[in-house]
């Protein structure tokens, strides 16, 4: 496998100008990108259960209101201090994601979305509900891990963070382990008749991609300085399907696309409140109507567009030769 590929290097270049572009942008812009790159997080790990794996799961959001409550809890009722209540929230994710993920292992497609709603809203009424312990619909206030409201180093905390998530999930991708995580989602009965360990790979999935998810909400609760019930509404999770969908289910970069290009149309339109989600429906009905794979089909085609201009006709052979490459 190549490393300097065009691609790897488109990459690297975006990343560049990630790191230096607070620099030349104001504070509200640093602070919509961080909100960016958190659902960036969010995008990318739903991408790894129910696009690359099939697990069609309508809780992924929930998984970071644990991880922002059970870090904000322990510090605020047990005083632990960050070192430890950030790995407890992260660890405490990806134990009840096993747990869950066990209860699920025979279920799929619209039995397990409505299962894994049902617990999202369980979990979502139990902080909302519980006012003596969570502030219930008020919220509680979270320590400031940077101990300021600035917007620059949480930009630069979440641009890590989401690297280190699309990264790591691009190297399970590109192993065995992402074989067989396609292999259950296109045919589970062939990928066990394979020796397939489907209840392994299965929880496996569910820990990974709650733990992502787990990560992104402790650190976003201890970067706004208060959390809430709101952070398992189902708008949330309707709005990572929408971030995945429209940048491209199945693919390493579509999260990304769809999620910071929707967060700033959303930002654009902030003063059209009443017809931004008007306007975002109707994106997502024409992507699906036109281009199947979002944003990333758009600009394959593009691509393969400019290519045929360029270099003129392509026989079906090298268009064969050029697919496998």
Request: charged content about 15%; hydrophobic content about 55%.
């Given at each position: ?5 065009l ?39 739903w ?46 994710t ?69 690297v ?12 065995k ?7 259950i ?17 299965k ?123």
């Open positions: 496998m190549k490393i300097f590929n691609k790897n290097i488109g990459l690297l270049v975006l990343l560049i100008v990630a790191v230096f572009l607070p620099v030349v942008i104001s504070d509200y812009w640093r602070f919509v990108l961080t909100i960016a790159f958190f659902y960036t997080i969010m995008a990318a790990s991408n790894l259960l129910g696009g690359y794996t099939g697990q069609f799961s309508l809780g992924h959001h929930t998984f970071a209101m644990i991880g922002a409550y059970t870090s904000t809890l322990l510090m605020q009722k047990a005083g632990a201090p960050f070192w430890v209540s950030i790995p407890a929230g992260i660890l405490l990806m134990i009840i994601s096993s747990l869950l993920g066990v209860m699920c292992l025979r279920i799929h497609g619209i039995y397990l979305a409505l299962i894994t709603w049902a617990f999202a809203e369980v979990v979502r009424n139990y902080f909302r509900l519980h006012y003596a312990f969570t502030g219930g619909d008020r919220g509680m206030d979270s320590p400031l891990i940077f101990g300021t409201m600035k917007p620059t180093p949480y930009y630069y905390l979440f641009l890590g963070i989401a280190l998530a699309i990264v790591l999930i691009a190297v399970i991708m590109r192993s382990i992402g074989y067989y995580l396609r292999s989602r296109d045919d589970p009965i062939a990928a066990r008749s394979m020796g397939v360990d489907i209840v392994r790979y929880i496996f999935v569910f820990m990974v991609a709650s733990g992502l998810a787990g990560m992104a909400g402790v650190f976003y609760g201890h970067s706004i300085g208060l959390i809430s019930p709101i952070m398992g509404d189902f708008n949330e999770m309707a709005m990572i399907i929408i971030f995945v969908v429209i940048g491209g289910m199945r693919t390493q970069a579509g999260p990304i696309v769809g999620a910071i290009s929707v967060r700033y149309l959303m930002e654009l339109l902030r003063a059209q409140s009443e017809f931004r989600i008007v306007i975002l429906t109707a994106i997502v009905i024409l992507i699906m109507r036109f281009f199947n794979g979002g944003l990333m089909e758009l600009f394959r085609r593009l691509k393969k567009w400019i290519r045929r201009d360029r270099e003129g006709p392509v026989s079906a052979y090298q268009e064969l030769e050029q697919k496998q490459g």
